[in-house]
């Protein structure tokens, strides 16, 4: 190389000077577009931050939300003092399979929110980290697809016991367990609340991600 | 410095051309990163182009899976030939409130597929526009929120027909409208696989969104 430079020199004066300059020129063409996208990448910094605040805030209450979920549904528990039509007097959220499926999905959802707080907190601090974002994203986006399958069984479930089903013949139980009924169909409000947040959680993410 | 090899370059003429060279050497230095950098970006590009390609083959896919959920459901049609201990011997989807729903949703989110494909194509086409990869992200994950929630409500309803409820009194309807059932449990399956899809939709979206 150092050899072959030496020979080209040796040959041409003027052409490699003004080649020089040309190179030079060329060289220094980036250099604005450097300082750009470095005043690019502090403008996209202080975005991403506010995101990231925004992703901690919006995470802490979907993380009260799936916890209320959890509890309501799982102290949703009434005694009748009195025999009714139906053989048991005693009507609590493991009775029904749906409502167990319910109540242990919103554990693990609030449990993994919880664990991802962290992860959050690494966003907030360093908003350029693309692998705690979008591994953030992905768990977020299972996070709301079990939570949002949860909520929508129990809330068909809780449709059917207010209201019934008169063409399947199963006839509504609210109007005997009444407190039991309010408290699931609260869990299920909740849950759905917990879902909203996680669903924009997933769209903050997503703005977070992308490159401006 | 610089001075030093001015001086340098009054003298012998050899030398500026030996700094000549080494300046070019410097003055080209950045170029080979500026080369890295259109490699790495045509490289990020074929990646881009291929999570792109594979976005289509998944939507057309999730397309399939959800016209088969809807068509499926809205025919799931049953008449009895005798009297049981039900009232009616007609059995349809739209008997149920939570099946209505579902055969709803899923219309709705086979629709929204079937007019995300241009989007999806213009991804191909551009691996590196932002703006419809984000649309596309944003909508998938609404719709893949609702189809999941539409197959759950569902998965709950065909679980109480299959198995019934003894605590709260509701029996099993599918041993006397078993084709019905069937063919409603053949629309949940279809209708998971198309929410499946979906979420790896949103999953892929999240890689292609991703700077490198």
Redesign the interface.
Known sequence: M?LD??G???IT?EE??A??SK??G??DA?APVKVTTKATKLHQGGGKKGIAIFDLVLRLSAIAAGFAATSIMGTADEILPFFT????FH?QYN????FQFFTIVNAITSGYLVLSLPFSIVCIVRPHA?GP??LL??LD??A??IT??????????V???HNG?P?????P?CQQFNDFCQQSSSAVVASFVA?TML?FL??L???A???I
Do not use: C, E
């Not at 063409?167 to 006839?171: I, K």
């Open positions: 150092d430079h030496h080209a020199t040796k004066i490699p000077k080649h020089d190179g030079k060329v060289a980036p039509q139906f053989l048991q009507a009775n029904v399979p749906t693309i974002r979008l994203m992905i986006t299972v709301m697809a949002v399958s949860a909520a929508s069984a129990a809330a068909s479930i449709y059917v016991a089903s063409y399947t013949n199963w006839n139980f879902a669903l997933v769209i993410s997503a703005f991600l992308k490159r």
